[in-house]
T-cell receptor, first 114, second 115 residues
């Protein structure tokens, strides 16, 4: 099993550009989420989904959009990139919303916004 | 507002020694306390977890100690090895009205085990 796959691994954007971070899981997990990791701040939840067609905001949702059209995919869109969005982004999934504390993480996307 | 406070920020331990990482929480609704281990260039991975109805959980060289009255929990790594060098995150979760488990992470501890 591939688990949780994130692409790309690295990305450099200019301020104002938009892009989509891809996340796919092959474990038939119901729950999927996006986190950003910044030095000294741990992991902060951006958006999450408890199933296809159902998404909701986490702690730091501003500047990001998500959608969940299939169980497998949960892309994260940056609408107009800002330097404050420079971070490492992790997608994570869990079997169900009731076990969403037991997260399986992808290997991350390192994003730099210039 | 940091709901889960983790210390120290970094830790250097000699091979064979005991590594201790501490966490404290404020929200008494938290009902699950996992620890995640992250190697450079990788995503975090669930290492060990505890529920508040027990005071200790041991898996191999890794032990969680939990003090419900003090709202503190800690990770002990016995006989620390260079392969344990990683960043460790404590976390705490609670059930939301929507029925999912919301996970709040600590800020992480970078552990280096030197030969």
């Amino acid at each position: 099993n591939a688990g949780v796959t994130q692409t790309p691994k690295f990305q450099v954007l200019k301020t104002g550009q938009s892009m989509t971070l891809q996340c796919a899981q092959d474990m038939n997990h119901e729950y999927m989420s996006w986190y950003r990791q910044d030095p000294g701040m741990g992991l902060r939840l951006i958006h999450y989904s408890v199933g296809a067609g159902i998404t909701d905001q986490g702690e730091v949702p501003n500047g990001y959009n998500v959608s969940r059209s299939t169980t497998e995919d949960f892309p994260l869109r940056l609408l107009s990139a800002a330097p404050s969005q420079t971070s490492v982004y992790f997608c994570a999934s869990s079997y169900s919303r009731r076990t969403s504390e037991k997260l399986f993480f992808g290997s991350g996307t390192q994003l730099s916004v210039l | 507002q940091q709901q889960v406070k983790q210390s120290p920020q970094s830790l250097i331990v000699q091979k064979g020694g005991i590594s201790i990482i501490n966490c404290a929480y404020e929200n008494t609704a938290f009902d699950y306390f996992p620890w995640y281990q992250q190697f450079p260039g990788k995503g975090p991975a669930l290492l060990i977890a505890i529920r508040p109805d027990v005071s200790e959980k041991k898996e191999g060289r890794f032990t969680i100690s939990f003090n419900k009255s003090a709202k503190q929990f800690s990770l002990h790594i016995m006989d620390s090895q260079p392969g344990d060098s990683a960043t460790y995150f404590c976390a705490a979760s609670n059930t939301t009205p929507g029925g999912y488990q919301k996970v709040t992470f600590g800020t992480g501890t970078k552990l280096q085990v030197i030969p």
